[in-house]
């Protein structure tokens, strides 16, 4: 999950990290691809789409773990002042791990 992390730091531009972070996070679309269904009815997502402090939309779609999660939520976890993103990630082999 760890080079998950990395990957999603690398994957926005610097104008977004020089910024004031993220300030809007949502997931695509539903797939059914993981079998666990620990939501129940709820499914789960692959797709990241934030927008960053410039109004800028990015998006991150992950190829074999999913977000098992509600919703993305949008918070200053590190105390820089710019938003950062925080989302249950799940591997169907690893389990899940919350990731910013």
Do not use: C
């Not at 695509?28 to 709820?42: A, E, F, L, W």
């Not at 927008?51 to 200053?76: C, I, Q, Y």
């Amino acid at each position: 999950m760890i080079a998950r992390l990395i990957l999603l730091i690398a994957w926005l531009p610097m104008a977004a990290v020089a910024g004031g972070g993220i300030i809007e996070a949502e997931y695509g679309g539903d797939v059914d691809v993981y079998p666990h269904r620990i939501m129940g009815d709820i499914y789960e997502k692959q797709e990241l789409i934030v927008v960053d402090a410039d109004g800028v939309k990015h998006s991150l779609t992950l190829s074999s773990n999913v977000f098992e999660d509600m919703a993305p939520r949008v918070a200053d976890m590190d105390g820089d002042g710019r938003g950062d993103v925080v989302v249950v990630e799940t591997s169907v082999t690893l389990g899940a791990s919350l990731a910013i």
